[in-house]
């Protein structure tokens, strides 16, 4: 299959995402949010890869009309109400499949759709829904090293207009939520943040290196909102551009909102606050945040 040119080489994003109440609210990182998707050159698609759909397979979302996946627990009935009625792309499916031979893809015609790893960060880049959008699933089977190869692998697709953005958080530990300190990150995850900004800037391909940090295991405790940001890094790996950080900054002491971008070197980083928090009343290992 021949894929699409596009004159514009898309450039690609890691967005921490925090909170899903950030979709409903104008807060700082927000307002950054969308400050860069006015700076984005408009995509023939957008290539989403969001740790909340951490599955045993690796799959793309292949439906015309994929629906808003209300994947969490205990948030006000205005988020559950929230739409991004955006449209797919079944035939990406294909693009994405030949891109990353030998490995393997499926099409998800029926069973997913856009969670809220994508559509909490869409609805400020490009809040009109009017960009096709398809998800790739994290294979929560394979080992690190995979989706490295992965990411390095979809590269081709930025050059047929594909925008691809990575939704994470390279700092995620809801079993050390500190509710007094809603703009600081506690020392552990600053040192985990600082180290892991450094080492994708510097050596991308030297990104599961991180894993012997120190603080890995409390900055991550379960891979999915790590994973990808090694999309991101196997991206910059290949294409020898540097993962600069775009956004800086932390939530309740245990989420780094750090947003790296590809291709954007224009762009300032901006230290940001006021990120969404959770709900009351609820723990916040059980709202799949």
């Known amino acids: 299959m021949t894929m699409a040119a596009s004159p514009t080489r898309m450039p690609a994003l890691f967005i921490g995402h925090g909170s899903p ?8 990182y927000t307002n950054a949010w969308r400050r860069i998707g006015q700076s984005l050159p408009r995509p023939r698609a957008i290539l989403c890869v969001s740790a ?10 292949a439906m015309a009309r994929p629906r808003t996946i209300h994947d969490f627990y205990g948030f006000p009935e205005e988020l559950f109400a929230f739409q991004y009625p955006a449209p797919g792309l079944p035939s990406l499916v294909e693009e994405v499949a ?6 393997w893809v499926g099409g998800d015609i029926d ?38 190869d992965l990411g390095a692998r979809l590269s081709a697709l930025r050059d047929a207009g594909v925008l691809i953005v990575s939704s994470g958080n390279v700092v995620h530990n809801l079993h050390r939520i500190r509710w007094n300190t809603p703009d600081a990150g506690e020392d552990w995850a600053q040192r985990f943040d600082e180290d892991v900004t450094t080492l994708i800037g510097d050596a ?4 599961l290196k991180a894993a012997d940090h120190p603080d890995y295991d409390m900055a991550v405790p379960t891979p999915d909102h790590f994973i990808p940001l090694l999309y991101t890094a196997g991206l910059s790996a290949t294409s020898n551009e540097r993962a600069a950080p775009i956004i800086r900054g932390y939530s309740l002491g245990s989420l780094s909102m750090t947003c790296f971008g590809l291709g954007m070197d224009t762009l300032p980083c901006e230290e940001c606050d006021g990120a969404a928090v959770l709900p009351n009343g609820v723990p916040p290992d059980g709202t799949n945040v």
Do not use: C
């Open 21 to 28: 109440m950030n979709t409903l609210e104008h807060n700082g």
């Open 52 to 61: 909340h759909w951490f599955i045993g397979a690796t799959a793309v979302t």
């Open 98 to 103: 030949e891109v990353v031979r030998p490995h």
């Open 111 to 148: 069973q997913w759709g856009l969670d809220h790893g994508t559509w909490s960060v869409l609805a400020h880049l490009f809040p009109k829904a009017d960009v096709p959008v398809v998800q790739l699933s994290i294979n929560a089977l394979k080992p690190l090293e995979y989706h490295l």
């Open 204 to 207: 991308p391909g030297d990104i």
